[in-house]
């Protein structure tokens, strides 16, 4: 039997590459339906085939290469989640915080949080244009011709509309819709979300058009002119226009949003549509504007989730993941369950002492929670198995031998083989192509093993040698000659990378996506971060005080950059990348013009607009903001009770400012 699921699986795979990559169909739609469902009836009857399933779910579900890339005017943000009334409190604490606020509530409309996709619908002269996917933020899919199959979609724009608009909100399938398109037997979707995102991403909009798509407008992109003072007056200005709002949609105080929490969770089973949560936003636009995004999400937004659902199950195994630096992570191999509708497999564990703590033994019944799109966990243990013995976290690399270590008080056990370790190697490779970092098409975790395998990659730069092996590549099986070439195409397409992406890419340990990018403002070209990284190896030079200073990064962080860069190997890498990539400056100053572009700023004592708010506008007019006072620092913001950082300023020279002329010079 499940050597017929695979035969089904590589003619599957085999159709759609001649479908999408060759553009020469060899099935029809309904043999490869008829495929398709084959398959699905008899993993159906067998839930622990997990990986093929998820092989399954994988074809046909990528948007194949059929659709332009549009990038978006301003990013497309995620919601950090919050999933009690504490966490909702802190978050509303910390949007205190940072505009200086008193205590007094904060008014914010709350909205059902749709399981849907996003969406970004261009207006220009009132007419729509153009409908973008979120893809992974920056750049989304255009899937203008599927959009203009909703019914519900408003073509035109009335005259109080701007020139130009860029309306958000969430495309969805009614769970009746959902229900009938699985009855018809046309397609089967485990869930509306899916069904909704496989009905867009169709590159033959007849498709779209024939499945039932619904669309809530809630976002505001791009616009000529501010077309509403709060988000209350935004939406209903929306409705005016004919898009659909969420009816359910209200006005809440910080001090309600609990209630109307519970509201929605009540009548949740009985919505028409799948929702997983509230979101809300803070209603006065001005302050939502002043509060700006952190990362991928906004400070003035949150999506207060519903709580987790449970169940329990057997624990089979302890498997322990070996990650790109060296960490040591348990995870649990469960008997598959279904939670809350999606089949669960895999819970993380967290750590050595997590499992300690929980005394979670294979063998076990375990309690499992499934909380939104986080990875499940185990709450602990309802039942202990026979004959199970406590679990002995091994202290030594499961996939190299070497010795794993805890140094300090770390609560992570790591691998101390370094490069000597296939695991962290592959991982890091995998790392490195990922969509954050070179986002090489094509150079997924399966192709990254496939070719260590083969002995191809010892480390990231033989990536780049690998288009010279095309011909090889094609003759291996499951390649040939157009996915070979296009493999080459991608990475050749990735010779040119900015500078965050490419210091995030090295997998340093600590350096995520955001430490990356304050590092590239900081330093701005790869030349002069190198050089200055190389200088910082040494405890106590200027270089090494002037990059733990540099605010978000601080010391510990400093001390793992500058133990990457003490490591000879690391630099051969870098030499090696080198030869390969064109790595472009940080450009902040082409797009911001302001008397901070390229400024180091100091902020001191108290001022009157709050810290955080102060920083985080320095630095969205291209300021990088440090700690502490040095030979480098361009401006000091002096506020009242300044100590001794206005005293070295002063020493200095440095060019010291109020509050009153920050202010102006931010055109605040
Ligand atoms: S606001 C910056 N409002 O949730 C504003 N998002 O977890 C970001 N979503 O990508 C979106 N209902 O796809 C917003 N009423 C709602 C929403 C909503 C569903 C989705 C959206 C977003 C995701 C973030």
Redesign the pocket.
């Known amino acids: 039997m499940r050597k017929t699921v695979e035969d089904l699986l590589a003619r599957l795979k085999a159709a759609e590459a001649a479908y999408h990559e060759r553009d020469a169909p060899e099935i029809s739609d309904a043999e490869y339906d008829a495929l398709r469902r084959q398959a699905e009836a008899i993993l159906a009857e067998h839930p622990q085939w997990q990986d093929l399933a998820e092989q399954l779910a994988r074809v046909g579900a990528r948007p194949a290469a059929g659709f332009q890339k549009l990038r978006h005017r301003t990013p497309?943000?995620?919601?950090d989640?919050v999933f009690a009334p504490e966490e909702f409190s802190e978050f509303a604490d910390r949007i205190r915080r940072f505009l200086g606020l008193a205590a007094t509530p904060l008014s914010f409309v709350a909205?059902?949080?749709?399981?849907?996709?996003?969406i970004s619908l261009a207006y220009e002269k009132r007419r729509f244009t153009r409908a973008a996917t979120?893809g992974d933020g920056t750049v989304g899919e255009d899937v203008t011709a599927n959009i203009l199959t909703l019914p519900s979609l408003p073509r035109i724009l009335p005259d109080d509309a701007p020139d130009f608009i860029e309306i958000?909100?969430?495309v969805y399938m009614t769970k009746a819709d959902f229900l009938a398109l699985n009855e018809s037997q046309e397609r089967q979707f485990a869930n509306p979300r899916n069904a909704a995102a496989g009905s867009l991403r169709q590159l033959d909009s007849r498709i779209t058009a024939r499945r039932k798509l619904s669309l809530?407008a809630?976002?505001q992109g791009e616009t000529a002119h501010p077309v509403a003072e709060t988000h209350w007056d935004y939406l209903a200005t929306l409705h005016r226009w004919g898009f659909e709002v969420?009816p359910l949609?209200q006005r809440v105080r910080e001090d309600e949003a609990a209630q109307f929490q519970a509201g929605i969770a009540a009548r949740r089973a009985s919505l028409p549509y799948d929702?997983d949560g509230v979101?809300y936003?803070v209603d006065d636009l001005t302050l939502q504007a002043r509060l700006g995004f952190v990362g991928r999400?906004?400070r003035w937004?949150c999506?207060w989730k519903f709580p987790a659902e449970k169940a329990f199950t057997r624990l089979e195994d302890i498997e322990i993941q070996v990650g790109r630096t060296g960490a040591l992570t348990p995870r649990a191999k469960l008997t598959p369950v279904n939670v809350g509708g999606v089949l669960v497999q895999y819970a993380t564990l967290h750590n050595e002492d997590e499992i300690a703590r929980k005394d979670v033994r294979i063998g076990d019944i375990v309690e499992l929670q499934r909380a939104g799109d986080v990875i499940p966990q185990i709450l602990g243990v309802r039942e202990r198995g026979a004959d199970a013995v406590p679990y002995q976290f091994p202290d030594h690399c499961p996939a190299c031998g070497a010795l794993a270590v805890r140094v300090d008080d770390d609560v992570v056990r790591r691998c101390t083989g370094g490069l000597s370790c296939p695991a962290q190697l592959v991982e890091r490779l995998i790392h490195f192509c990922s969509r954050g970092a070179f986002d090489i098409e094509g150079m997924g975790e399966k192709t990254a093993r496939e070719f260590y395998a083969a002995g191809w990659l010892q480390s990231a730069p033989d990536i780049f040698a690998l288009p010279a092996r095309e011909a090889e590549i094609a003759k291996r099986e499951g390649w040939g000659e157009v996915s070979a070439a296009k493999l080459s195409a991608a990475i050749n397409a990735k010779r040119t990378i900015g500078l965050a992406r490419f210091i995030y890419a090295l997998g340093i340990r600590r350096i995520g996506e955001n430490n990356a990018k304050l590092l590239a403002r900081h330093y701005g070209s790869y030349p002069n971060w190198k050089a200055s990284m190389q200088a910082a190896t040494i405890i106590g030079s200027d270089a090494r005080l002037e990059l733990g200073s540099i605010s978000g990064i601080g010391p510990a962080i400093a001390g793992d950059l500058a133990a990457f860069f003490a490591e000879a190997h690391n630099l051969a890498t870098l030499t090696a990348l080198e030869h390969e990539v064109r790595v472009e400056d940080e450009t902040i100053a082409a797009t911001i013009q302001s008397p901070f572009v390229g400024k180091v700023v100091v902020f001191t004592g108290t001022l009157a607009m709050a810290r955080p708010e102060a920083k985080a506008k320095a630095e969205s007019l291209g300021a990088k903001v440090t700690e502490s006072v040095s030979k480098k620092t361009d401006f000091v913001v002096v506020g009242a009770d300044a100590g001794s950082k206005a005293k070295k300023a002063a020493e200095l020279g440095i060019h010291i400012l109020s509050e009153a002329e920050f202010r102006e010079m931010a055109g605040l």
Do not use: Q, W
């Not at 497309?76 to 919601?79: D, T, V």
């Not at 909205?111 to 996003?118: A, R, T, V, W």
């Open positions: 497309m943000l995620s919601l989640n909205e059902p949080k749709i399981d849907g996709l996003s979120r958000r909100g969430e809530f809630y976002a969420n949609s929702i979101v936003k999400a906004p937004a999506a």
